[in-house]
């Protein structure tokens, strides 16, 4: 198999989405629909769906004010069924990736201790359980229990994420845009992986990347409580234009020049005489490569006088099939077992073809 | 001797000895399986299946967790009610799925024993069934026809049903040769361990 161009767009929520799973029973609805009414206000665009406990069908919520046109209809067809919640907690587990349920009920579910105790390989997915009324089994299942009012529900129905990164078979990320968040390299294991930082949960994550793989890449959701998710992205095509390089200036291509033939070479500014590596005038103070950013790695083109600069958003620039340059001036190559790391850049690093990398400390 | 194996509507097996042309249910009906039924359409269809129904005809033999170690095992299967109710749950199921003949249900006795021999090969053969299959047939909780449930089947010349099997010794301590057909009074003790199990011809 051989490594591919593939660019993908990942457009997920932080939040966990909420089902509520409503206790169907004539002499608890009323309390039953306005606590619904009232989690729904302040979980604002989370709540997905519903359910009605000893039904499988799913309703989802997808416009406001839906479970208020919808809620008594459904609510007649399904009065007084019998209280059950694992066909429906089972059925969700099967077909709905990560959400958490919020059962809200008058009564102690029929079958209940199906989901308390587990054995391995059967988890129980994420359940709050909010009783109106009596003590009938408030002592009984803390783990899922909710202590009432709505802002305690609400906090347990958070599961922020802890970290959040891409990985896949082969992957390499080149280019990224991000509406918000660090990105930042991991290298481990002959795997690169690409991890966001300093997040906001309220807000989605649009992440559009540009990667080298053997297979799609793959977000991975890793939350407070141990669960973890992995996303898939939807296919983009011609996002990211080609990078951009730079004509460099005369008085820069002096000091470049000097630097990749390894000889001293007279300042442009001081006329003092520098040895080749040097990038800042220590006469004057000056950053010598004019128009280049400093603390950065740049490619220089020989032939073309021209340079890229390797930002946040340019990640790595791949020389050749299998060599890559990282923005943070480290050299990998691919092998048959993975990514391998070659070394740190060194100054005017011959890259081959005629081209050079260079990390302009200043 | 060769089994073959299929899984009902709610992922629980039915095996069929090659000399037989049936398939029958390894396990008594649970009330797992009936609360699927419960919570789908046609258990919605009747308004007859309730909260208040359902809580009881639990009294008569009160549920536990599939996963739960008990010493009562009669408690993960459904009994205490009559055939018609059993007959909704079968209807459900579909597939041309039906009570056992009386003489089907005797063919699974005899090859109990074999059967309980070989629980690794039903183990493994029941890799895609209903979670709590697994679980209790690592627990020996296997076919049960030599003590289990008293259970519905057709009765000789299918005209109606009979009771049949020897309940468990620790729910009813007793002799009975299971092959034969009882009566259970409905008020009696035993007719909260009166279940059933499903077959199809083939």
Not at chain 1, 61 to 70: A, M
Not at chain 2, 32 to 43: I, K, P, V
Not at chain 2, 93 to 115: F, Y
Request: net charge negative; with cysteine; charged share 25%.
């Amino acid at each position: 198999m051989y490594l591919q161009t593939i660019e993908l767009h990942f457009d997920v929520s932080l939040e966990l989405p909420v089902r509520l799973l409503l206790d169907p029973s004539e002499d608890s609805w009323q309390a039953v629909r306005q606590k619904a009414l009232d989690l729904m206000e302040i979980m604002v665009g989370r709540v997905e769906g519903l359910a009605f406990a000893g039904c499988c069908e799913f309703h989802s919520l997808s416009l406001p004010g839906e479970f208020d046109r919808k809620i008594q209809g459904i609510y007649r067809k399904v009065k007084n069924i019998p209280v059950l919640i694992g066909p429906i907690l089972e059925s969700w587990q099967k077909h709905a990736s990560s959400f958490v349920t919020v059962l809200i009920t008058g009564k102690r579910p029929i079958d209940l201790d199906d989901w308390t105790g587990r054995p391995e390989g059967h988890p129980a997915p994420k359940l709050i359980i909010v009783n109106l009324e009596g003590k009938e089994f408030q002592d009984e299942i803390p783990e899922f229990l909710s202590s009432d009012p709505l802002e305690s529900i609400l906090d347990e129905a958070n599961n922020p994420p802890v970290s959040i990164f891409v990985e896949g078979d082969g992957f390499f990320p080149l280019e990224c845009k991000t509406n918000q968040g660090a990105l930042d390299l991991d290298f481990y294991d002959n795997q690169m992986r690409l991890k966001l930082n300093n997040w906001d949960t309220s807000q989605r994550l649009s992440l559009r990347l540009k990667s080298l793989g053997l297979t799609d890449p793959f977000m991975v959701i890793e939350r407070r409580n141990g669960t973890s998710e992995k996303k898939t992205g939807q296919e983009i095509s011609s996002y990211f234009n080609q990078p951009i390089w730079t004509p460099l200036t005369d008085a820069a291509w002096t000091v470049i020049q000097a630097g990749i033939n390894r000889q001293d070479f007279e300042c442009p500014f001081c006329r003092d005489y520098h040895a080749y590596q040097t990038v800042f005038c220590p006469n004057l103070g000056r950053f010598l490569l004019d128009g280049i950013p400093s603390k950065s790695v740049v490619i220089i083109d020989r032939q073309q006088r021209k340079f890229l600069s390797l930002t946040d958003a340019l990640l790595a620039w791949q020389s050749g099939h299998d060599r890559i340059i990282t923005m943070d001036g480290m050299m990998y190559s691919w092998e048959d077992f993975g990514w391998m790391f070659l070394n740190e850049i060194t100054p005017y690093e011959n890259l081959g073809n005629d081209f050079f990398g260079l990390y302009t400390e200043g | 001797m060769e089994f073959n194996i299929l899984f009902d509507k709610t992922g629980f097996p039915l095996i069929k000895n090659s000399r037989w042309d049936f398939f029958i249910s390894i396990f008594p009906v649970s009330k797992y399986q009936f609360e699927l039924f419960l919570c789908s359409s046609q258990g919605h269809k009747r308004n007859f299946y309730s909260d208040s129904w359902y809580r009881e005809l639990l009294k008569k033999n009160p549920r536990c967790a599939w996963h739960g170690e008990t010493s009562e095992p009669w408690r993960h299967f459904l009994s205490g009610e009559s055939p018609e109710v059993f007959d909704d749950f079968i209807k459900y199921c579909g597939n041309g799925m039906r009570l056992p003949k009386i003489d089907e249900w005797r063919q699974l006795l005899e090859v109990e024993h074999h059967l309980n021999e070989n629980t690794d090969n039903l183990y493994t053969l029941c890799d895609i069934a209903a979670p709590p299959v697994r679980h209790w047939l690592r627990q020996g909780l296997g076919i049960l026809t030599n003590e289990g449930m008293l259970e519905f089947v057709q009765s000789c010349d299918s005209s109606g049903t009979t009771i049949i099997g020897r309940p468990f010794t620790s729910f009813h301590p007793n002799l009975w040769s299971p092959g034969s057909e009882r009566e259970i009074e409905r008020n009696s003790k035993l007719w909260n361990i009166v279940s059933f199990r499903l077959a199809m011809s083939k």
